[in-house]
């Protein structure tokens, strides 16, 4: 005589689909998870979208639509677009990401993740695609925008992309490097403090050679710089490869997530 064990609906030979299986998911299906509900968090922050949606864009229909700023060139939307897109970026890699991430670490949600199946890795890359998921949404408006003021770009498109997906490296490596080592509330005053300081000597909104040349040389060399003027260079006067720019943003991308790897702390 034989003895059948069963499941919750039959022999467990036979079905076995209840049979309960702990462990945890698929590494991709949690890094998409936890991408999607970090985009859902920034999307929903009324201060976040001020900071990567609202300010970009007043200042593109405010500076392209009033003669405040002597770009020095026949439309004023074709030198302030490309910097506005410059700034968009910024905003979201390097200002947002930083004071997100250093009150999570303040308030113990980093470390709570950490002790999650999800690896440290994993999170920072579901951050990373929240930061890009944003950013196409800002590109997008803002482009959308300035068309609307009679932007005209041009250029080789894949040098904008390979700009952009630069800018964001090297951006995310220092806000992620200055989250994790100063407390929340310095993190809070020091991104935006950057931010401010950036938005007016990196070339956005006033161009470089306005400032002294002993400040031009110092200033050229920041990531912000080199963005705004590598897209300004292709989307404006049409350049092919601006391999400064390019080589500038590898060098802060390369040294900001390595600090950032090496320096950031979860607790």
Known sequence: MTTTTTGATGPRGATGAYAPQPGAAPLGRMIAAQAVLE?????RNGEQ??????????LLVLFSSVDIVDTGTGES????APGVLALAVMS?????????TGFERRYGVLKRLAASPLPRWGLMTAKTLSVLVTEVLQIALLTVIAFALGWSPQG??????????????????????????????ATLAAANLVFLLLLVGGGVIVPLDRFPDAAQSVLGLLPISALSDGLRDVLQHGADMPWGDLGIL??????GLAAAGKFFRWE
């Open 39 to 43: 985009t859902k968090m920034l999307l």
């Open 92 to 100: 979201t890699a390097f200002t947002g990401q930083a004071i997100a």
């Open 250 to 255: 590898a060098v802060w991308a390369v040294a």
């Open 156 to 185: 080789n498109p894949a040098a904008v992309l390979l700009l952009l997906l630069l800018g964001t490296a090297a951006f995310s490596g220092l806000g992620l490097l200055m989250a994790g080592t100063l407390k929340a509330e």
């Open 77 to 80: 939307v074709d030198f302030l």
């Open 49 to 58: 979208l001020l900071l990567t949606v609202v300010i970009p864009t007043l």
